[in-house]
């Protein structure tokens, strides 16, 4: 199994920045393939912020283009999602995903964490 432990999140004013991260503790044989952040706004799908791959590929959303930068320490098997220029329509549940493998592929989530951006 893997099991996400995610920090960071809470209260920002519009303009300001906050860092999340995530730790994965991993069982014997398996390997993360991907990690990385979804959202959920309420009345909303969760919906994908960013993902970095264990060999360094990120993919992100288009609200997060420019702003968000995700990034991973593979000996930690950690990812931190820094965010920047945060914006109202940012307040949401993040949530921690982590894609890994141990004879098939599977996924894997936090319990997630509130950002909310209000003045």
């Known amino acids: 199994q893997v099991q996400l432990v995610e920090s960071g999140g809470g209260l920002v004013q519009p303009g300001g920045s906050l860092r999340l991260s995530c730790e994965a503790s991993?069982?014997?044989?398996?390997?993360?393939?991907?990690m990385g952040w979804y959202r959920q706004a309420p009345g909303n799908q969760r919906e994908l912020v960013a993902v970095v791959s264990y060999g360094g590929e990120t993919r992100y959303a288009g609200a997060a283009k420019g702003r968000f930068s995700i990034s991973m320490d593979n000996a930690k098997n950690t990812v931190t999602l820094q965010m920047n220029s945060l914006k109202p329509e940012d307040t949401a549940v993040y949530y921690c995903y982590a894609e890994a493998s141990y004879l098939r592929k599977q996924e894997f989530w936090g319990q997630g964490t509130q950002v909310t951006v209000s003045s």
């Open positions: 991993l069982s014997t044989y398996y390997s993360i393939n991907d």
